[in-house]
């Protein structure tokens, strides 16, 4: 990672530490677990809290054409250099929960996979469950899959929005080089939940 990263990190994190939930950017090893299963999915992909652009970065190395990639940023500082290091992505800044009230990002198609790099375990739960209920219900196509880490012992979404949401959890690896190490969960929609395309 670049120096101009880690010190943009450092400044976001020392304007707000529960925003940013880190306290380095994500390392290659988590970026390359989050993003494993990405280059097997055909379709574009969504990116919450992109940050300094190391799950980017990991999904372009991936493959994912920068066309076929939106990054959604709340801090302008991060969108900003985004929109300058990757011209050819769709940067949107806004916070997450506002997806569900959103068009589909790519038009007619919706995405095969969102990528998190939000730090949900410091987020209100009425947040997190405005992104997640977001994401299923306008951004995702049916098979669409969402990725997420975290430095917690379990799943960062309760048992209960899983069940709420019709969702599930599977843990699908872990980063223990990674700086803390973390945990990536896939979330899916339940297998008996059918839903249109």
């Not at 976001?12 to 299963?37: E, F, K, N, Q, Y």
């Not at 652009?53 to 991060?78: K, M, N, Q, S, Y």
């Amino acid at each position: 990672m670049a120096l101009n990263d880690t010190l943009s990190f450092l400044r976001a994190w020392l304007r707000d530490p529960r925003g940013i939930g880190a306290v380095t950017p994500s390392g290659a090893a988590l970026a390359r677990l989050m993003t494993a299963h990405v280059s097997q999915l055909d379709g574009p992909v969504i990116e919450l809290g992109p940050g300094t652009g190391a799950l980017t970065r990991a999904l372009l190395a991936r493959g994912v054409p920068p066309h076929r990639l939106a990054l959604i940023e709340a801090d302008p500082h991060f969108a900003d250099a985004l929109a300058r290091r990757y011209p050819n992505a769709t940067i949107l800044r806004m916070d997450a929960a506002q997806l569900g009230q959103t068009e589909s990002l790519f038009g007619e198609e919706r995405a095969c996979a969102v990528v998190s790099g939000l730090p949900l375990l410091s987020m209100p739960a009425s947040q997190v469950e405005a992104i997640v209920q977001g994401v299923f219900e306008r951004q995702l196509r049916s098979d669409g899959m969402f990725y997420q880490f975290t430095y917690g012992p379990r799943c960062p979404l309760p048992a209960a929005l899983l069940k709420r949401l019709n969702l599930q959890a599977q843990r699908v690896g872990s980063a223990l080089l990674n700086l803390p190490p973390a945990a990536v969960y896939r979330i899916s929609r339940r297998a008996d939940v059918q839903v249109a395309a």
